[in-house]
């Protein structure tokens, strides 16, 4: 079977013929991700990275500038299971105090995730701190998200690679993590000793 092509009227076969529009339609697919994309490749590889621990400082200097360029506003509150090293920066403070975060904070839509996080299995320090929205914050979790879904199989190991993918889809997806700049500084309003989750809850507000 024959069909025309229509760019220049031609005769061609069928099969060369649906060949070429496959591969047409797939560099226009590539070419509107390319223009589509938020990040550069880099800043990609620096969000890739993220979903290990962050502790590295030159990761640190990268994911700020990041950060700085891809902040929204988020309306409602945000929790994060405290660690060894922040938890000793709380002790030291009462109601009506500030502290600088110092770093880049990582924070949870989810109550229970930063729970999760707080609990003997992590941090075990027991300590969540709560923020009262609103607030600038990287929605880490919406754009990891979009990149791992975006990325070739190359990047995923093991036999079932949309597997590995969809596993790393799921874990971003429930931590609704966001990430707030090191140079934000929070006031404490509230220190709370919950019994029904046997937390101590320290609510602070943007400063």
Known sequence: MIAIDQNNGQAVHLSDFLVAKVLEMNNEIKNLKQQSKTFTDEEESVLWRCMNDKICPVLHKDLAVIIDNNSEEYKFDLYRGVSNSLLRQLQDKDVGETLMLNRITSFS???????????YEVYGTRTILHVVGPMLAFPYSKHMENILLAAPD????????????????????????????????????????DEQTGMCIYKAEIY
């Open 109 to 119: 839509e989810d109550f229970n995730v930063a729970r999760q996080f707080a609990s």
């Open 154 to 193: 190359c990047e995923f190991s093991g036999f079932d690679k949309n597997k590995h993918r969809m596993d790393n889809v799921d874990m971003v997806q429930n931590e609704q993590e966001w990430m707030i700049n090191e140079c934000t500084r929070l006031k404490i309003v509230d220190i709370i000793d």
